[in-house]
C-alpha cells in the first residue's frame, strides 16, 4: 500500500482504488534524454579546497563536510565515530536546543554527522 489513511478509531485503513488511481504516474517518455549541464565552482582557501554548486534553493544552504582521516593510526582510527559525535553536539551559546532545531531546519534543511569509509581509485593513464 502506498497510503494509508487513519479511521477515527485509530485503525489504519488503507486509500481507496479511486484515490490511488488520482495519484499521477511519471512515464520514461516524461525524461528528457538530455543531461543538465550543472555550474560548478571550485576554490581554496589555505589548505581548504571547497566545491561549491551556484544553485538556487530557496534560502536553504546544502553543506557537506569531509576531513580527511588518513592520518589516524589504526588505533586512533577507533575513535573516528566519537569525533563524528562530538562535531554534531558543538556548542550552541546561549541558544535552546528548539531554537538550534528550528535555525538548523531553517537554513541549512537538516544537519547530519556521520564519518564514511572511501577510499580513491587510482586511475591509470
Given at each position: 500500500m502506498l497510503k494509508q489513511n487513519t479511521s477515527r478509531s485509530g485503525k489504519?485503513?488503507?486509500?481507496?482504488?479511486?484515490?490511488?488511481?488520482?495519484?499521477?504516474?511519471?512515464?520514461l517518455s516524461d525524461?528528457?534524454?538530455?543531461?543538465?549541464?550543472?555550474?560548478?565552482?571550485?576554490?581554496?582557501?589555505?589548505?581548504?579546497?571547497?566545491?561549491?554548486?551556484?544553485?538556487?534553493?530557496?534560502?536553504?544552504n546544502y553543506v557537506a563536510y569531509y576531513?580527511?582521516?588518513?592520518?589516524?593510526?589504526?588505533?586512533?582510527?577507533?575513535?573516528a565515530d566519537l569525533l563524528s559525535d562530538m562535531l554534531g553536539r558543538v556548542n550552541a551559546g546561549d541558544k535552546v536546543y528548539d531554537q538550534v532545531a528550528k535555525d538548523i531546519n531553517l537554513n541549512l534543511g537538516g544537519f547530519f554527522h556521520r564519518h564514511y569509509r572511501y577510499w580513491q581509485k587510482s586511475v591509470s593513464p
Open positions: 489504519k485503513v488503507p486509500d481507496s482504488e479511486e484515490a490511488l488511481a488520482s495519484i499521477p504516474l511519471l512515464e525524461l528528457s534524454p538530455q543531461v543538465d549541464k550543472i555550474e560548478r565552482v571550485d576554490s581554496q582557501v589555505g589548505p581548504t579546497g571547497f566545491h561549491f554548486v551556484p544553485t538556487f534553493a530557496k534560502g536553504i576531513f580527511g582521516l588518513d592520518c589516524l593510526t589504526e588505533e586512533e582510527l577507533f575513535y
